[in-house]
């Protein structure tokens, strides 16, 4: 049975999250093929992408969902993972449907399952964070100009990591390794803050997060990383 996702020794063992499950032996990403790989991979987490369809189903996918699209129902990979990995659920919120109405909808199916001291939710989405953040673990990642710009929050790409976190409520931040900049790291650095990385493929990518002090790294390679983390 999974401790408690608060519970977790962070410092003596870097989480490894299979990046849309474990796609690294050919599964299609945000499948069920790739989430039930993953549990076989070493990694304690897995990560999926989210979306809301108008009626408020829930499908796995990166991008924009098209009408007629054939998606994996999130409900079935939750389910399949529920007890045997920590989830990680990022909601991309593309912006076609106000999806916030349904987000109640998700925290209670994975309290149903289970899941809810088990489950992580990410978004480069400062309001979905802060909408989550009073009921769940949050990690806001870290937002791009593109991102900001549809957001109608024009500079919050430039905003400190501690200045997200206060913004969102987040309990955790995430960024790639490019993103760590000097001001990032001094500022996660001095406020102690729970940083997760991404997307971390190779041993130079691997030590460079851990020099950072990554607390948790994600990754399209999990099985590798688990060696190398045991190295």
Same mark, same amino acid.
Request: proline fraction near 4%; hydrophobic fraction near 40%.
């Given at each position: ?16 999250? $299979? ?14 093929? !790739?989430?039930?790989? &993953? ?38 990979? %939750?389910?399949?993972? !529920?007890?045997?990995? *920590? ?33 992580? *939710? ?5 309001? *979905? ?6 009921? %769940? ?12 710009? *549809? ?19 987040? &309990?955790?931040? $995430? ?28 041993? &130079? ?10 607390? $948790? ?13 045991? $190295?």
């Amino acid at each position: 049975m999974l401790i408690p996702l608060r519970e977790y020794d962070f410092d003596r063992l870097p989480m490894i999250c $299979a990046h849309r499950g474990d796609t690294s032996l050919g599964a299609a990403e945000n499948s069920l093929e !790739a989430v039930g790989t &993953a549990l076989s991979s070493g990694a304690e987490m897995v990560e999926v992408d989210i979306q809301f369809t108008s009626t408020g189903d829930i499908v796995c996918h990166h991008d924009e969902i098209e009408r007629g699209g054939v998606y994996e129902r999130f409900e079935d990979i %939750a389910t399949l993972a !529920a007890g045997k990995m *920590y989830l990680n659920i990022e909601l991309k919120g593309y912006g076609v449907i106000d999806e916030m109405p349904f987000i109640p909808g998700l925290l209670q199916f994975i309290d149903k399952i289970g899941m809810s001291e088990r489950t992580l *939710y990410s978004s480069f989405r400062p309001d *979905y964070i802060k909408a989550l953040s009073q009921r %769940a673990i949050t990690t806001i990642i870290h937002p791009t100009a593109e991102m900001s710009g *549809y957001l109608g929050l024009q500079g919050i790409e430039e905003l400190l990591p501690s200045e997200l976190i206060r913004l969102t409520g987040a &309990a955790t931040y $995430a960024c790639s390794l490019e993103e760590l900049e000097p001001r990032r790291l001094e500022d996660i650095r001095d406020n102690s803050i729970h940083l997760s990385v991404y997307t971390i493929n190779t041993q &130079a990518e691997f030590d460079a997060a851990m020099r950072a002090g990554a607390k $948790a790294m994600v990754t399209d390679v999990p099985r590798q990383l688990v060696k190398m983390r045991a $190295a």
